[in-house]
Structures are given as structure tokens and as C-alpha cells.
């Protein structure tokens, strides 16, 4: 059955330096993966999904992420944070097989001033 | 304007008092989706429907049920209600599946005493 795992539940970064969170799944076919961002007090928003083709997916408000098969991962990333990127990023999973999509648990991301 | 509303937004009940939450969508999206949020736990699907008159179960849909008897409406239905049901819910619309970005709702906050 699928499965995501956010390695860290909260990271904090001071603002402008770059920020990496993880995100690694379990399938045993092929995915379509997401990451999405809730701001506080708001519902979730779509930052940027893969579904095939690039590895490399751009999003929205300059974050980008990676998918690498080979170690199940799919890792969201933005050069340069500001405050006003303080939220709560979820990556989520769907198996090609069927409707259901799989939420992580959660990274909270903390910028320091 | 586009959008994905939910009522109501918050509500306090008590153990085995029925209750419907509606969510309603004005894009004509065919897929829509109910989601539980607890602290520590993430997002879980609970049910799940492709189009009228076709829904299905996600992660967690013990105790909840759904109907999808028009395109734009997707009501959450709790016939009896427990506290373990206590959550922030949200319903979430996308165009033709779970590939499509998913626009949600502003959440319903649910305690049940």
C-alpha cells in the first residue's frame, strides 16, 4: 500500500538562505506526487505536482522539487525563503492505479528573522 | 468566482446527534473529496467521488458516509457521531481527478462532546 513520510516535522531557516524539505513514499508502482502548502488559518493550497515526464518540477512562489525514483523520494525546494513562506507544507501521493490520494503528515516550516 | 464552500464552519455537538456537512462547488469539477486533519496526523482521505452517483472510500471512512446526487454538491454525513470524530475537515474539487490541482474549502471545525 502507499505511503508518505516527511522526515522532519518542523524546520526552522533563517529567512533568505535556501530550505530542502523531504518527502519520501512507498509504492510498488508507479506514483503522481504533490506538494501542497496551508498558510495559517487557511485550507491547502497546490504548490507543484509531478505526474510524468521532467524530474524536475517547477512550482508556484519559487519553489521546485525533485523526483528520484531510484530512492523513492521527492524533495521540495526554494533557494531563498521569505516570511511570508511561514506555513505548513504537505507532500501527498496517489498510485496510478487508483483515485486515493495519501497525505504526509506534515513539515512545518519556521522563519527566523 | 471560483471557489469550493463549506457549511457550517464550526460546530459543537454531542455523541450520536446526526449531523450533514455540505460542501458545495461552483467550477463543475467532476472529482471531490472529503479530508480529516488532525494535529500530528495530517491530511486523510475519507471518501472520495469521481462524478455523480460514483464515490468511494479513501483512508479513514469508518463512520462517516457521502452521497454525490449532483455534480456541485458532496455532503459529509456523521449518523452517529463520536469524539474521536472531532477534527478540522475540509472537501476539496478538481477538475477530472486527483491529477488535477485540488482547490479546498475553508475547513469545518468539528468537536463532538
Known amino acids: 500500500a502507499q505511503s508518505v513520510t516527511q522526515l522532519d516535522s518542523q524546520v526552522p531557516v533563517f529567512e533568505e538562505a535556501p530550505v530542502e524539505l523531504r518527502c519520501n513514499y512507498s509504492?510498488?508502482?508507479?506514483?503522481?506526487l504533490f506538494w501542497y502548502v496551508q498558510y495559517p488559518n487557511q485550507g491547502l493550497q497546490l504548490l507543484l505536482k509531478?505526474?510524468?515526464?521532467?524530474?524536475l518540477v517547477k512550482g508556484i512562489n519559487g519553489f521546485e522539487a525533485e523526483f528520484n525514483k531510484s530512492q523513492t523520494s521527492f524533495h521540495l525546494r526554494k533557494p531563498s525563503v521569505h516570511i511570508s513562506d511561514t506555513a505548513e507544507y504537505f507532500c501527498?501521493?496517489?498510485?496510478?492505479?487508483?483515485?486515493?490520494?495519501?497525505f504526509g503528515k506534515g513539515t512545518r516550516l519556521h522563519i527566523l528573522p | 468566482e471560483a471557489q469550493v464552500t463549506q457549511n457550517p464552519r464550526y460546530l459543537i455537538t454531542v455523541t450520536g446527534k446526526k449531523l450533514t456537512v455540505t460542501c458545495s462547488q461552483n467550477?463543475?469539477?467532476?472529482?471531490m473529496s472529503w479530508y480529516r486533519q488532525d494535529p500530528g496526523l495530517g491530511l486523510r482521505q475519507i471518501y472520495y467521488?469521481?462524478?455523480?452517483?460514483?464515490?468511494d472510500k479513501g483512508d479513514v471512512p469508518e463512520g462517516y458516509k457521502v452521497s454525490r446526487k449532483e455534480k456541485r454538491n458532496f455532503p459529509l454525513i456523521l449518523e452517529s457521531p463520536s469524539p474521536n470524530q472531532t477534527s478540522l475537515y475540509f472537501c476539496?474539487?478538481?477538475?477530472?481527478?486527483?491529477?488535477?490541482?485540488?482547490?479546498f474549502g475553508p475547513g469545518t471545525r468539528l468537536t463532538v462532546l
Open positions: 476539496a474539487s478538481s477538475s477530472r481527478g486527483r491529477t488535477d490541482t485540488q482547490y
Open positions: 509504492s510498488s508502482v508507479s506514483v503522481y
Open positions: 509531478y505526474l510524468s515526464g521532467s524530474t
Open positions: 501527498a501521493v496517489s498510485e496510478s492505479r487508483d483515485d486515493k490520494i495519501i
Open positions: 467550477m463543475n469539477h467532476e472529482y
Open positions: 467521488s469521481m462524478n455523480v452517483e460514483v464515490t
